[in-house]
Structures are given as structure tokens and as C-alpha cells.
């Protein structure tokens, strides 16, 4: 058992330096179907603002093992465990599976307190012929709001620049690293349309600088934090300069 989870996350590590996203190989035994799964994440929650949404195919930083379950009425339950490593966005995985109707595939990707973050599952009708289930994983209800304490300060001000900080957020699926920042500016208090975010940041950071602002005029802004699944922060913490 430790040798083939050995090759299982070995599989694992070669899918993730593919650009296709496969990999894997499994021997065709009679009655068997050889299965490919390729696993990904799914953003399940809308978003007005200018980054686009929808489905990625990347697997959560803080996903740190994923639980592979097969199962139908007449056939053994297979599962498998397989660990994620540090950076890894993508994956793929080849298991021999009984043929037959209705084989119900369930993905779980687990964080290190072994709380599910996400869940996909499909069935499939296996006759022998080699086939690939695409499995988007969805965020479970399970994920941790994303705590944030909103914008520090504002300084290096200029005629018509400033720089924004703040403090990392933490919780919801991501870890600090990888969280990003709304920024939503006005020229009035309480002004903010937390529907379209003036910047968005790139991961991790914890500065952003406005600049191209008109001399003379008042800003003021609230900055939200949001994960890896479009989960944010709903802080009203407001500064101006």
C-alpha cells in the first residue's frame, strides 16, 4: 500500500509540470476500466467586478491532501489519498476501476486540519474503454470566513499619488500568500461601490499605489480581502487623504 501511494503522488508531481494536465499510467486488466481523473477548482461565487470569474482548474493553496473515493452497489469501495504538494495547481490521477453502471467518483480536498475545503462528483457507465472524468470541486460550507482588519494607513502622499497598507487577512480557503485585495476608492464618505472595486491587487500583497489623482481633492477608500473562491472580507473600515 505505501509503495502505490508512493507512485500515486509521484503520478501526482509529473501531471503538475505537464501543461495538459494528464498523467499517470495504469495497466489494462480484464474487467477493469482505466479511469483518468483530473482534478480542479470551480469558483462557484459571482463577481461584478473587472477580474474575470468562472472556472479555474487550480487547486487551493491550503489544500494539502485529496481523498478520491469510488464506490457502487456491486463493487469494493476504492479510495485514495494523495498529497498535494506546496504549489502544486493541478492534478491527475489513472486507477483501474471494476467495470459496470453508475460508478459514483467523489473528490474531497482536504487543508492540514483535515477540514474539507472542496467536493466534486460525477458518475460514469464503464465498459473497458479507457476514459477521462474532468471533476471541478466545488467550495463546501465547511470554509472559514476570511477575518481581515481593513486598510492601516494611508501615506506616501503626493499631489496625485498615495500608497495604501494593511495587514494580511487570514482564513477562507487561501493562505495569506495567496489572498487578494479589493480596493474600492470615492470622492465622498461612505461613497464606495462595493460592487465594482476600483483595484484589485495581486496575491499576497500588503501595499497598493493609487496614483493619477486629481490635486486638491479628498479620497477616500475601504479595501475587502478575498480568496482563492471569490470569498471576501465585508469590512467598512474607511481612511481618506
Known amino acids: 500500500m505505501k509503495k502505490f501511494l508512493i507512485m500515486l503522488f509521484l503520478t501526482a508531481l509529473v501531471a503538475n509540470n505537464m501543461s495538459c494536465g ?3 499510467s ?37 489544500v494539502v491532501e ?34 459496470g453502471l453508475n460508478r459514483h467518483f467523489v473528490i474531497e480536498g482536504r487543508d492540514a486540519a483535515g477540514n474539507v475545503l472542496f467536493r466534486g462528483e460525477t458518475y460514469a457507465d464503464l465498459n473497458g474503454s479507457p476514459i477521462t472524468l474532468s471533476i471541478p470541486m466545488i467550495p463546501t460550507s465547511t470554509v472559514a470566513p476570511v477575518v481581515f482588519s481593513g486598510i492601516s494607513s494611508i501615506g506616501s502622499i503626493t499631489s496625485t ?28 464618505p461612505g461613497g464606495e461601490n462595493f460592487a465594482a472595486p476600483s483595484f484589485t491587487t495581486l496575491p499576497g500583497a500588503t501595499s497598493f499605489t493609487v496614483s493619477g489623482l486629481n490635486p486638491g481633492v479628498t479620497y477616500y477608500f475601504v479595501i475587502r ?14 481612511k481618506s487623504a
Do not use: C, H
Not at 476504492?78 to 506546496?86: A, G, L, R
Not at 487577512?169 to 487561501?174: E, K, L, Q, V, Y
Open 22 to 24: 494528464s498523467g499517470g
Open 26 to 62: 495504469s495497466s489494462n486488466t480484464p474487467g477493469k476500466t482505466m479511469v483518468t481523473l483530473t482534478l480542479g477548482q470551480q469558483k462557484a461565487v459571482a463577481f461584478s467586478g473587472p477580474q474575470p470569474r468562472g472556472t479555474a482548474s487550480s487547486i487551493p493553496s491550503s
Open 66 to 99: 485529496v481523498i478520491i473515493t469510488i464506490s457502487a452497489p456491486d463493487m469494493d469501495t476504492i479510495q485514495e489519498i494523495i498529497p498535494v504538494s506546496s504549489g502544486q495547481t493541478s492534478l491527475s490521477v489513472t486507477i483501474d476501476v471494476p467495470n
Open 161 to 188: 499619488s498615495l500608497v495604501l497598507t494593511w495587514s494580511p487577512a487570514s482564513g477562507g480557503i487561501s493562505m495569506p500568500g495567496n489572498m487578494q485585495y479589493l480596493i474600492y476608492m470615492s470622492t465622498t
Open 225 to 238: 480581502a478575498q480568496d482563492e473562491a471569490g470569498n471576501k472580507d465585508t469590512n467598512t473600515i474607511e
